[in-house]
């Protein structure tokens, strides 16, 4: 009975996200390096923040995660706290912010008559990404596919959307040609084609995050595919092609670990929602097993991944 109550005032509780904000703050002091690295560590943090909000104004607008607006915030928080190699001020923060945009114009699309303008904004965002993480131009098809899923991929929503994915490299290239440094306007798109080897260059403690983020997306996924048929049309939709879009982003990192930093927090974005609906929507005693072993499995691979920090 108590660990169902805990489940309850977790998935429940006015005071959720909060408590995972000074979670991840408290994550950061554990792994804290040095004064030296004070700044570099915490830069991040305000980043994670403001993805939290979006994910809010995305479960706001489409009804994701019933019951708890903020419960996927407080997921994604605790995620991307799982390893201290992510802590610091990276490109992969603002990937997986750009993400969490493009994921609310794409959504905002569905049987829409405004599609071709919210697709344009959808790739804009990715754009946006992409100036960052050069390789989150691979997952463009992906974006198509969901906007076909969501009724709204037109011969228009399809140019707007390649009009939108350029619009951030117009000021990029605006900006190169006038103070002379063309080579900031090409550096992205060489390095659209660089990889490392194949399942290569990454160290324990992110394959355990890796293989966490994993199995709470096949069973947050195979649970939404199994019991969401209650669900709006709309909703299933959303939640599919998140579960759809996470399962590529790590297909993605395993066979290339290089992308790991870029891609992880993309990956915590759509994690964290099917995750926060798992939790809220469940209250079986099986149910109740999954939960708690997902939050001791959390704090084993934060545990493991400290220890590797100062042992490394």
């Known amino acids: 009975m108590a660990g169902r109550n805990l489940q309850y005032r977790v998935t429940s509780g ?19 390096p040095g004064a030296a690295d004070v700044l570099w560590l915490w830069a991040g943090l305000p980043v994670h923040a403001l993805t939290a909000w979006v994910l ?72 946006v990404g992409c100036l960052f993480v050069p390789q989150l131009v691979f997952f463009m098809p992906v974006c198509w596919v969901g906007a076909y899923s969501l009724q709204a991929l037109s011969v228009r929503s399809f140019l707007g959307s390649l009009l939108g994915w350029m619009f951030p490299f117009w000021f990029l290239l605006g900006h190169a040609w006038f103070y002379g440094e063309m080579e900031l306007f090409t550096a992205p798109f ?12 990454v160290g324990v403690g992110q394959w355990a995050v890796l293989g966490y983020l994993a199995a709470l997306l096949l069973v947050a996924g195979g649970y939404m595919l199994g019991y969401g048929r209650d669900e709006k049309i709309r909703t299933r939709c959303c939640l599919r092609f998140m579960v759809g879009a996470g399962a590529c982003f790590l297909v993605a990192m395993v066979l290339q670990p290089s992308l790991y930093a870029g891609l992880m927090p993309a990956l915590a974005v759509c994690v964290s929602v099917p995750a926060g609906r798992l939790f809220v929507l469940t209250r079986s005693r099986v149910a109740n097993v999954v939960f708690h072993v997902f939050l ?8 493991g991944n400290l220890y590797l920090n100062y042992h490394s």
Do not use: E, K
Not at 16 to 28: D, N, Q, W
Not at 190 to 201: A, D, H, S, T, Y
């Open 296 to 303: 001791w499995a959390g704090l084993l691979v934060f545990l």
């Open 190 to 201: 060489l390095r659209m084609g660089q990889f490392g080897p194949l399942c290569q260059g």
């Open 56 to 127: 809010i104004v995305l479960n706001n607008a489409y009804g994701l995660v019933r019951q708890r607006a903020s419960l996927q915030s407080a997921i994604y928080l605790l995620l991307v706290s799982l390893g201290s190699d992510l802590y610091g001020l990276q490109a992969g923060h603002v990937a997986g912010l750009a993400v969490a945009g493009s994921l609310f114009f794409l959504f905002r699309a569905y049987r829409s008559p405004s599609a071709p303008a919210d697709l344009f904004l959808s790739m804009a965002c990715l754009g």
């Open 14 to 32: 006015r005071y959720t996200l909060p408590v995972a904000l000074l979670l991840a703050v408290a994550c950061r002091l554990a792994a804290q």
